[in-house]
C-alpha cells in the first residue's frame, strides 16, 4: 500500500533533532524523499542517515543550511533540485526561543529571535515557491506556536515572533491561491513538546526534569507534555492531499491550551 505522501519530495528545517527529525522521519516512511536541512550539518547528515539505514538509500539526504541566510537557501533549492528532483513540501520547523520580558529582553536577542524565526520563514517561502510551481500539488507548512495565538508577559520577543510566522503563512497562501498555483500555505500551533529544546529550558531551572515536566503536564487540559510524533503527524496531515482543500489555516497541536 503506497504511503500518505508517495512520491512528494520535501525539505525540513532544523532537521538534525527534535521536532524536525521526527518530521523527516515520518515523512519518509510515508512514501517521500527528504531533504534534511540544519546549520548542523553533521546532525542533519546523521539523521539522514538514520532514515536511509531503515528505509533505504536515496530516500535522504542532509544540506548545511542557515534558514537566516539567502545563501544558503539558494543552495538548498540546488541541491533539492538534484537530489529530490525538485520540491513539493515545505516544513520551515527551524526556531528557537527568545528569553526576556518586555524591560530585560536586549535588542540583540529580539533579533536574532526574529531572523531564525520570522526570516527563515520569509527566505524559505520566497525561494521555494518556484521549485513547487513545477512539482504541484504544493504545501509549504510552517511551524509556529501556541505563543503565536496566546500571549505570555515572559516572553514578548517569542510571541511576537510565532504571530509574525502565523500571519505570514496566511498571506503565502492568498497569493499562491490568486495566481492560481496549487500550492497550499499553513501553520502549525505546537505546546511544550519534549524535545532537546525543552531540555534546555529544563536545565535553566535546575530543578529535575521530572518536576518541570510535571508542572508544564499540569497547564495542558490532556495532562501531558506532547510527543514529537503529535507534531509529525500534523505535519503530514498538511503535507499530502487528505489537505487539499486547507490553506491559510492554523492546526493547534495544544492539548487543549488554546481552548481554554
Excluded at 164 to 193: E, Q
Amino acid at each position: 500500500m503506497a504511503g500518505r505522501v508517495e512520491g512528494k519530495k520535501a525539505l525540513i528545517t532544523g532537521a538534525a533533532q527534535g521536532l524536525g527529525a521526527a518530521q523527516a522521519m515520518m515523512l519518509a516512511r510515508e512514501g517521500a524523499k527528504v531533504l534534511l536541512g540544519d546549520i548542523n550539518a553533521e546532525g542533519a547528515a546523521e539523521q539522514a542517515a538514520k532514515i536511509n539505514a531503515e528505509l533505504g538509500e536515496g530516500t535522504a539526504f542532509a544540506v548545511k543550511l542557515d534558514v537566516t541566510q539567502e545563501a544558503d537557501w539558494e543552495a538548498a533549492m540546488e541541491v533539492a533540485k538534484a537530489r529530490l528532483g525538485g520540491l513539493s513540501v515545505l516544513v520551515n520547523n527551524a526556531g528557537v526561543g527568545v528569553r526576556g520580558n518586555i524591560e530585560n529582553c536586549t535588542l540583540e536577542e529580539w533579533k536574532r529571535g526574529f531572523a531564525i524565526n520570522v526570516d527563515s520563514v520569509f527566505l524559505g517561502c520566497q525561494k521555494a515557491i518556484p521549485l513547487m510551481k513545477d512539482n504541484q500539488p504544493g504545501s509549504i507548512i510552517n511551524i509556529s506556536s501556541i505563543a503565536g495565538l496566546i500571549a505570555s508577559d515572559t516572553m514578548p520577543g517569542y510571541n511576537a515572533s510565532k504571530a509574525a510566522v502565523w500571519m505570514l503563512s496566511k498571506s503565502v497562501a492568498l497569493y499562491c491561491a490568486k495566481m492560481g498555483w496549487d500550492i497550499r500555505s499553513n501553520s502549525v500551533h505546537p505546546t511544550f513538546i519534549d524535545t532537546p529544546i525543552l531540555d534546555g529550558m529544563v536545565t535553566s531551572t535546575g530543578k529535575p526534569k521530572d518536576v518541570i515536566m510535571d508542572k508544564l503536564a499540569r497547564q495542558i487540559p490532556l495532562k501531558r507534555v506532547g510527543h514529537p510524533d503529535d507534531i509529525a503527524n500534523g505535519v503530514l496531515y498538511l503535507a499530502s492531499d487528505e489537505s487539499r482543500f486547507m490553506t491559510g489555516a492554523e492546526l493547534k497541536l495544544d492539548g487543549g491550551i488554546s481552548a481554554m
